[in-house]
C-alpha cells in the first residue's frame, strides 16, 4: 500500500482527490494538509510514501515545502504550470510535475511511478521550460520585483532588503532590462507568468 499525503488548500479539492486516490487498491490517504506550513509536521507524524503537493497555500507554498524536505518523494499538482515552477521544483528535488487538470487516473500512475524512483512529468510543461529558458534575474533582481509585486515602494523594499533605494532602483531597472518590459508592473506580470517570482 502506498501512503500519501496530499496538500491543497481548497478543502473541496483535496477532499475529492483523497476520494478519487482511496478508490485505488494500492494507494491510502494518510494525512491532509490545507496550509503549506503543516506539512512538515504531517510529514513526521504519518511517515507518507508519497507528498502531493499544491504550489499556492497559505503560510508555505508548495516548493518552499518542497525545498524543506529532500530526499522525499514528492509531486507538485497545480492550476500554475509555470515553466519556472517547474524548474524550482526539480532543484527542490520534486519527481513529478503536473497539472490540476489531469484525470485520476493520471494522478494515480504519476504516484505509483514516483513511488517507484520515477519520474512523471506533463509533457506539455516540460517542453515550455524547455522553450522558455532560464530565469534571467539575479536574486536580487528577484527579491526587488517580488516585493514591488506585493505593493511596496522602492524606501519599503530598501528597507526590507537593507540597501539604499538607489541601489534598489538600479535591480528594479536591472530586471525590467532583462524582461524586456516597458515598466515594472510588465515586468512583474511578465515574471510571474513564468513562474520566476
Known amino acids: ?14 477532499e475529492a482527490l483523497a476520494m478519487m486516490l482511496e478508490f485505488e487498491e494500492d494507494l491510502t490517504v494518510v494525512a491532509q494538509c490545507g496550509r503549506g506550513d503543516e506539512v512538515l509536521d504531517a510529514v513526521q507524524a504519518h511517515q507518507p510514501d508519497v507528498i502531493v503537493l499544491d504550489i499556492e497555500m497559505p ?34 528535488g520534486v519527481r513529478g510535475f503536473i497539472p ?20 512523471y512529468l506533463d509533457p506539455e510543461l516540460a517542453a515550455s521550460a524547455m522553450m522558455a529558458g532560464e ?27 537593507h540597501l539604499s533605494e538607489g541601489t534598489v532602483r538600479n535591480y528594479l531597472s536591472n530586471a525590467i532590462t532583462k524582461l524586456g518590459a516597458a515598466n515594472r508592473m510588465t515586468a512583474i506580470h511578465h515574471a510571474q507568468r513564468m513562474g520566476w517570482l
Open 135 to 161: 530565469n534571467p534575474l539575479t536574486d536580487r533582481e528577484r527579491d526587488t520585483l517580488a516585493l514591488a509585486a506585493s505593493g511596496a515602494s522602492v524606501a519599503d523594499i530598501a528597507a526590507r532588503l
Open 100 to 119: 490540476k487538470d489531469a484525470s485520476s487516473a493520471e494522478l494515480a500512475a504519476a504516484i505509483r511511478k514516483i513511488h517507484a524512483g520515477g519520474r
Open 59 to 92: 503560510g508555505l507554498d508548495g516548493l518552499s515545502v518542497a525545498e524543506r524536505l529532500p530526499g522525499q518523494a514528492m509531486l507538485i499538482l497545480s492550476t500554475f504550470a509555470r515553466p519556472g515552477y517547474l524548474r524550482r521544483a526539480i532543484a527542490a
Open 1 to 14: 500500500m502506498i501512503r500519501v499525503l496530499l496538500a491543497d488548500d481548497q478543502h473541496l479539492i483535496r
